[in-house]
Nanobody
Framework: QVQLVESGGGLVQAGGSLRLSCAAS????????MGWFRQAPGKEREFVAR????????SYAEIVKGRFTISKDNAKNTAYLQMNSLKLEDTAVYYC????????????????WGQGTQVTVSS
């Protein structure tokens, strides 16, 4: 099992920045990929970004490409999501996820989840 704990959410004005962290513990050696998803009220959980743990290869949803950056610190077993130029529509609960092998953009494919952290972008 892998446990994930997110932090760094909060309230920010449109155009501002936030950095989310996701600390992994437990059987982290089995982690192949980590990712971020988000869920706004009344909407389905959607893919934001992923990073392969060993290679560092990243991929992003089109709606965040160029504004968000996913990164990792292997020594700390921590993944990050740097969010810049935040928009009102980025408001959501952001979830960290991990998987034992490559996973696509569908949230139900992923193995482990954090509890989520709220990001609210105000005008």
């Amino acid at each position: 099992q892998v446990q994930l704990v997110e932090s760094g959410g909060g309230l920010v004005q449109a155009g501002g920045s936030l950095r989310l962290s996701c600390a992994a513990s437990g059987r982290t050696s089995s982690t192949y990929v980590m990712g971020w998803f988000r869920q706004a009220p009344g909407k389905e959980r959607e893919f934001v970004a992923r990073i392969r743990w060993n290679s560092g290869t990243t991929s992003y949803a089109e709606i965040v490409k160029g504004r968000f950056t996913i990164s990792k610190d292997n020594a700390k077993n921590t993944a990050y999501l740097q969010m810049n130029s935040l928009k009102l529509e980025d408001t959501a609960v952001y979830y960290c996820a991990a998987a034992r092998s490559y996973r696509g953009n569908n949230y139900y494919e992923w193995d482990y989840w954090g509890q989520g952290t709220q990001v609210t972008v105000s005008s």
